[in-house]
């Protein structure tokens, strides 16, 4: 029933900036727990920011100072805003939305993100 898409991506310069969006459509209440990942040609899926339901931020170590999790004061959509991007952040990014507890668990169909040296 529920779809999640995530919007923002694009193409830009080592250097650059972006900001991803993840919204849901259907019956999913309120957006709780987030994930974003990221898969580059050739490559498994990876981690690369969380935020819990209780406002707890993670990164992986590769986009720490960089990339910033969070969403909007209703719970309607998460975002990831990135900055500093870095040819090695090309890739297609994901956003996860679940919860452990309602439970539910929503995966988006990804947005590309292409960063040039």
């Known amino acids: 029933q529920v779809q999640v898409r995530e919007s923002g991506g694009g193409w830009v310069q080592d250097g650059g900036s972006l900001r991803l969006s993840c919204a849901p459509s259907g019956s999913l209440p309120v957006i709780n727990d987030i994930g974003w990942y990221r898969q580059a040609p050739g490559k498994q899926r990876e981690w690369v920011a969380s935020l819990s339901h209780g406002g707890r931020e993670n990164y992986a170590e590769s986009v720490k100072g960089r990339f910033t999790i969070s969403r909007d004061n209703a719970r309607t959509t998460a975002y990831l805003e990135m900055k500093n991007l870095k040819p090695e952040d090309t890739a297609v990014y994901y956003c996860?939305?679940?919860?452990?507890?309602?439970?539910?668990?929503?995966w988006g169909q990804g947005t590309q993100v292409t960063v040039s040296s």
């Open positions: 996860n939305l679940w919860d452990s507890r309602i439970p539910y668990d929503y």
